[in-house]
């Protein structure tokens, strides 16, 4: 009989069918965000699952749910997996990279403009009605061609904000990582390694596209807001938490910073209440990879991983792939 797997969130039917060629399939389209009790009671029996990043997969899922061997992650992000557990409990994670890199990057890039352009500051005194005249400075931004792109985290996303802005706009390219690219890709981006502290003093726009660890947990507070210049904006694509989203809600409501977007939050889909009060920060739900074809890549990136995994013990991009060694 095929192995049974849990769909953990509505996914498109023509994923659902394909998996349903594989595997037993429970699904979710009434698209549940599950309690972990709930997670935990629709995993029983389940061999593989489908999972989103709504679903959190610790050592308490994990005893509670034997049969479990491999989670396969809707997102390149997998900071809802507890890594350590899964390879202690012989479960095999697996993400969704690459195919979601250039349209993220778009977005990164598309919310930088929106904050240094105040596009949706002022649309919305526009739809107010507040709009009876032109005016000489009326939401004066910040420049974006020919200023200093910040990029921490110079992954894959990270190197395609940093070739739109250095090809695209003229961007002066400086960025942050754990380690420096080799010089034939910083060649390729124009980007120049820098610390993080001059990073923050010296660039007009900050980009973080790092993965979220408790490492790079609130990798932007207080103390490197105050690094940052007056007239700097500052992106969040990666990951809520990432950033101290309360400090952040301090320093745009006192002009510390000129403004944010922010596309993640800690504790989403609950935004910090400040934030919402600051009229000089953009805000989106998470949608930095939402477009059809990249989502429906996501989705198949995952199913081919559970497909893989079963079929010949060959999952395309496992994230502990230690784990299949001792199979
Ligand atoms: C989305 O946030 C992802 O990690 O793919
Ligand atoms: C994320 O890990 C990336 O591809 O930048």
Not at 97 to 126: K, N, Q, W
Not at 145 to 170: E, N, P, W
Request: negative net charge.
């Amino acid at each position: 009989s095929k192995p049974k797997i849990l769909v953990a969130r509505a996914v498109f039917p023509e994923i659902i069918a394909r998996l349903e060629q594989h595997f037993d399939v429970e699904a979710n389209p009434s698209d549940t965000v599950f309690t972990k009790a709930g997670l935990i009671e629709r995993l029983q029996g389940k061999a593989g699952a489908f999972t989103t990043g709504s679903e959190r997969i610790d050592a308490e899922v994990l005893e509670a749910c034997p049969d479990l061997k491999i989670c396969a992650n809707m997102a390149v992000g997998y900071n809802n997996f507890d890594i350590d557990a899964m390879t202690a409990a012989g479960v095999l994670a697996t993400n969704a990279p690459d195919v979601l890199t250039e349209t993220t990057a778009d977005f990164g890039f598309a919310l930088l403009m929106a904050t240094a352009r105040r596009i949706t500051e002022s649309e919305h005194y526009l739809r107010a009605g507040l709009w009876t005249k032109w005016g000489v400075d009326m939401f004066t931004g910040a420049e974006i061609h020919g200023s200093t792109l910040g990029i921490i985290g110079m992954g894959r996303i990270g190197q395609g904000i940093a070739k739109r802005g250095a090809h695209g706009f003229g961007m002066k390219v400086i960025y942050h990582n754990r380690s420096r690219l080799d010089p034939a890709l910083e060649a390729e981006c124009k980007a120049r390694y820098v610390g993080k502290e001059e990073l923050l003093k010296t660039a007009d726009h900050v980009v973080l596209v790092v993965p979220y660890s408790a490492a790079s947990h609130h990798t932007i507070g207080a103390a490197e807001l105050a690094l940052m210049k007056p007239s700097a904006t500052l992106v969040n694509i990666a990951r809520g938490g990432i950033v101290d989203d309360a400090a952040l809600a301090v320093a745009l409501r006192e002009k510390r910073i000129a403004a944010a977007g922010l596309d993640v939050f800690e504790g989403e889909p609950v935004v910090h209440a400040a934030l919402l009060d600051v009229p000089n920060v953009v805000l989106t739900p998470h949608i930095a990879s939402a477009t059809v074809p990249t989502r429906m890549a996501m989705a198949r990136l995952a199913s081919d991983n559970l497909i893989g995994f079963f079929e010949e013990n060959k999952p395309l991009t496992p994230i502990n792939p230690a784990v299949l060694a001792t199979k």
